[in-house]
């Protein structure tokens, strides 16, 4: 355990990544007794090495340094930090765990927020790694989030809209599972930000904007609806390609047409 955490304390460039990984793994293997032995070194340490995965060169057209973090870095130190802050969750009420536990998230979500900003670079994989940890520190110290209620307020949404434009982009057939994946990420962020005030109103307003939203798309959906004669081309346009529903209701609409 010790040599894991001497290894990402040194490590640089392309090491770094793969020390991160191993000390995820160290995380999620220990016993208790020795991960909260070792906690008040773990979150400093894997707050250093959020700061310098996530560090970029400061020109671009610059060539890169032979020590300069690769691209899977910052999604390693977001993996990491994720296994420490998921194995301290049922054990927050200890004595004394909270307090070296939280000691770090504001600053973690500072560095977070530059990769949340850029939510489909590299293909989107810090990204998503970056929303589960921000997930799992809303729900772990929300308290300690409060001072950036509003700056999550206002990038949340933008990231969730920009995951499903990506998802609907998609071309027919394709995977897509990196978009989805921060789309279902971006969502469970967004339903938690009323967790960081953390009172009635909050609640209320967040509920109250969810069904505005679902009122919108619904009727955004049903649109045409209303005639039996825009009944097979708005249904069409609500089947997915492909489906023999779709191809039904195109066949309706033809011979709706011809009548």
Known sequence: MDAASQTVAKASGDDLARALTLLAAVVDGCDTAALLHRLPVWVPLLGEALRRACTKQPNAAAPARADAPPAGAAAAACRALASLYRRLQPLMELPGVRREAVAGVSRALQLLLPV????????????????????????????????????????????????????????????????????ARAAACVALLPRLAGDAAAWSEGARGLLVSCHAVLDFMTMGLEGPQADPHARALLARPGSAAAGQQQQQQEHMGRR
């Not at 990204?127 to 307020?153: G, I, K």
């Not at 990231?159 to 599972?177: I, W």
């Open 116 to 183: 949340l900003s850029a939510p489909l670079e590299g293909g989107g994989g810090a990204a998503a790694e970056a929303l589960e940890l921000l997930r799992l520190l809303m729900e772990v110290a929300p308290a300690s989030l409060r001072q950036h209620q509003a700056a999550l307020s206002a990038q949340l949404p933008k990231l969730l809209r920009a995951a499903a434009a990506a998802v609907g982009a998609a071309p027919a057939g394709a995977p897509g599972a990196q978009a989805r994946a921060l789309l």
